[in-house]
């Protein structure tokens, strides 16, 4: 206990002085920054075109559904690149598990496949309707 600071005073310390600085700019810059709103500049722009319709429009799930695919094999690679740097040294083992853990992320594309949840028109399902049987009114007991 000689040291006048512990491991989280340290971090402690660097902590607040991020939130000092973070905070000190921001005071900074609305002190300094001009202040001349017009109607031009509060107008609602997307990507520099005016808007146009409501925000509320309804997105196709398809959209989410390559996101989270595209995410799931952008973490792989950023879960086998550490591996891939240091390959030589980790031997045949540490190359069976690489491979093992490919496996499974090529099963679940496989299956994302074979469900159809990769095409992006999906053809619309041919649910056969059921004949609807009439019942002999002389046969129904009251």
């Known amino acids: 206990m000689d040291q006048t600071l512990s491991d989280f005073g340290t971090v402690f310390v660097f902590l607040l002085l991020g939130i000092i600085f973070v905070v000190g700019g ?47 094999f952008d973490v792989e690679v950023v879960f086998l690149f550490p591996w891939a740097t240091v390959f030589k040294q980790l031997g045949e083992f540490a190359l069976i598990e690489a491979l093992v853990f490919a496996g499974i992320l090529v099963i679940g594309l496989v299956y994302a496949w074979v469900k159809g949840d ?18 002999d009114e002389s046969q129904v007991v009251s």
């Open 26 to 72: 921001y005071l900074t810059a609305r002190l300094l920054r001009p202040s001349r709103p017009n109607p031009e500049k509060l107008a609602i722009y997307e990507c520099g075109e005016e808007a146009v319709g409501s925000a509320w429009v309804k997105f196709n799930i398809r959209f989410y559904v390559v996101a989270l695919i595209f995410i799931i």
């Open 118 to 135: 990769l095409d992006w028109v999906r053809p619309t399902p041919n649910i056969p309707k059921m004949p609807v049987l009439e019942e």
